[in-house]
């Protein structure tokens, strides 16, 4: 990233937006970007010293990287209730009865061999026991995460 200033030290309030954009930031939120050059040039000067500028974006992704953790949060609690749909008797493990009652359920027509093959896939080693972990890699190769 090129910034031309005539001063190292500082970046000019036009050019935040693009530096954090570099940084990989969201930059989307006008709201969000107000509220950041307000913190940044409270005294509306045009420039922003760069010591503040990286105080300020390293509490933004602390931030970012909090509310990241809460979505995990949040997935994982989803994946937990949709596991828990096809493991009915809450025994940690989904078995092809529960596959086959979830697709009847569903109305799938899927045949008896099908179902079998969606286990071992999900399975891997341990055949015809598909525990959390693993319905989570099948969630991911979906790529409903």
């Known amino acids: ?27 989307t939120s006008s709201s969000e970007m107000s509220s950041i050059l307000s913190t940044l040039d409270g005294e509306k000067t045009g420039s922003v010293e760069w010591d503040t500028f ?36 809450g025994r940690g493990v989904i078995t092809l009865s529960d596959l086959r009652r979830v697709a009847r359920v569903l109305g799938e027509e899927c045949s008896e061999e099908d179902l079998q093959e969606m286990i071992d896939e999900a399975a891997g080693t341990r055949a015809g026991q598909v525990y959390l972990k693993d319905f989570e890699l099948v969630m991911q190769r979906a790529g409903v995460l």
């Open 1 to 27: 990233m090129f910034i031309s200033t005539a001063d190292p030290e500082v970046i000019p309030t036009i050019k935040v937006k693009t530096a954090m954009r570099a940084l990989g930031l969201d930059t």
């Open 54 to 89: 990286l105080q300020v974006m390293a509490l933004k992704l602390a931030h970012d990287e909090e509310s990241g953790d809460q979505t995990t949060e949040r997935r994982q609690r989803e994946i937990r209730r949709a596991f828990e749909l096809f493991d009915s008797e």
